[in-house]
Each structure stands twice: as C-alpha cells, then as structure tokens.
C-alpha cells in the first residue's frame, strides 16, 4: 500500500509537468508541505508560473481549491467570511470566505496590509475561523499557498514574523534555464492554455483520502536520538550566528523534523537520515530568520547563514 502511494505521489509530479516546466523543487516542496500538513510561501517574480503551479496541483489530487488576488483594499472578511443579514428570514447568517477550502491560492499575499494578512493566522494555525464569537472548523485537508513576490518590489507589504512562521517552507522560483524557457515557448506555440488544464492532458491521480492514508504513513518514518540532536544543534548554530538578530525556534526544529520524515517517505527511505534534514533545512528556515542590518547591507541572506551551519555543525555518522 505504502509503495504504491508513493507511485502515486510521483505520478501527480509528472501530470504537473504536463503544465508547468522546469520548476521540479517547487513540485517536490509542495507535495512535501502536504505530506506534513503545512503550509508554502512561493516567492518568484511575475511570470515564473506560481499560480500555475498550484492551480496544476490541486487538479492532480481532486482537491477543493479557491483563490484569493490580495491587493491593498482586501478586507480580512474576504478572506474568512462574515456575517449577512438575511431579510427574509430577518436574522443574520455567516456567509463562508474563500478559505474554507482544501487549497487557498494567496495570490501576491504581500500586496496586501499586515491587517488582512493577518486574517490568515489562525486559519493556518488551528484549522478554523473565529468571527463574531462563533468558531467553525476548515476542511481536512486544509493548506495555504501563499505566492509573494519579491519584497523590494513596488507596493509589497512585508510579512509580519509570526505569519511567516506558520509557513512550513519557503520556496523560491528563479527564472527558468534557457531549455526550459524554450520548451515553454514551444508549448505555448502549440497551442498550450493555462486555463484549460484537462485540455493540456493533467488528469486527477489522488484524492483526499488517499492524501489521508499518506499522512498517516509518514508519520511512521523513524527518526533516530542521533538525528534529532543534529537537528537541534543546526538550530542552536542559526542562533550563535554573528549575522542574525534571530535564529531558528524551536517551532522551527519541529517543522525540520515533520519536513524531513515527508521528504523521506517520498523519497523511499524508512527513516530519515542527515542527507534529509540538509536537504530540507533552506526551504523550511529560510524564512525564520531575522538578519542584523548590518549583515543586510553587507549582502547576507538567510541562505548564506544556513549554508554556512550547515558546514559548521558535525555531521553524525
């Protein structure tokens, strides 16, 4: 059962591919995020197919998905929902926002004020939406993709700490190779229309209750004392770094760990090794650490902190 899941998995990877090209990490990142019931930050800039992207994967599993454009004048209420008064029946009734589905699309979620970004909070931490006293549960599964695009753009508002540590990883989109962007082109003259995914070829391949039976099966991948205590000193590493205001948290330690037992089973292996926990730590800690000003104007980035711990610290063996 479980190996067969696994060829499922890797069946949605290349039905993707039938829509988007050359972005494999990002494919991988996502089904990861959904293995261990988190949620994804894809930064990139215009173009590079974020919206895409997700709009292909949700297809792939037969998910629910909704989309929400953030732009500066979204209220919080578009997003969870509110109360309207019915004049027939003469009381108010709650009428659901975009978010009560299995994948919220955040189209640009960095184009819109704290104050609607933050609307999401609880959404991505409890799985439910709290409005006038009356607390209603998301459906299951229930994972934020959130597209952002870079900060230095015009008219982006930068995420407040505690809503991006509720983002189990941060994917960046580069532009694509020169091969890639060619085969895009070919596709396009062809005939290719991202609004018409059935028409490209993408079939459905899973579905949520095998999604289920999946999760299910991750959370059985072992994970060795010796494994757990590199990932504890990799983060006490972020913390002692001269070129961060702050380092990873424990919250971050957790979310390495559930990354890296996805990545594991996805990848075959019965536990998880170093080589998972390297391979997930940039995507899954990039966003949670907070860089000294002088270290941003010397050019250091996260990126650049990770790679240097992860030299730094003792492999074990």
Known sequence: MTQELRQQFAQVRSEVGKAVVGQDGAVTGLLIALLAGGHVLLEGVPGV??????????????????????????????????????????????????????????????????????????????????????????????????????????????????????????????????DSEREILLRSANGFNPRDLAAAGVTPVLDAAQLAAARTSVATVSVSEDVIGYIVDLARGTRESPSAKLGVSPRGTTALLQASKAWAWLSGSEGVTPDHVQAMALPVWRHRILLRPEAELEGVSADTILRAVLQQVQVPI
């Open 49 to 178: 197919a974020k919206t895409l992207l997700v709009r292909t994967l949700s297809h792939s599993l037969r998910l629910d998905t909704k989309r929400v454009q953030f732009t500066p004048d979204l209220m919080p209420g578009d997003v969870t929902g509110s109360l309207v008064y019915d004049a027939k029946a003469g009381e108010f009734e709650f009428r659901q926002g975009p978010v009560f589905t299995n994948i919220l699309l955040a189209d640009e979620i960095n184009r819109t004020p704290p104050k609607t970004q933050s609307a999401l909070l609880e959404a991505m931490e409890e799985r439910q939406v709290s409005v006038d006293g009356v607390t209603r549960p998301l459906p299951d599964p229930f994972m934020v993709a959130a597209t952002q695009n870079p900060i230095e753009y015009e008219g982006t508002y930068q995420l407040p700490e505690a809503q991006l540590d509720r983002f189990l990883l941060k994917l960046v989109l580069d532009l694509p190779p020169r």
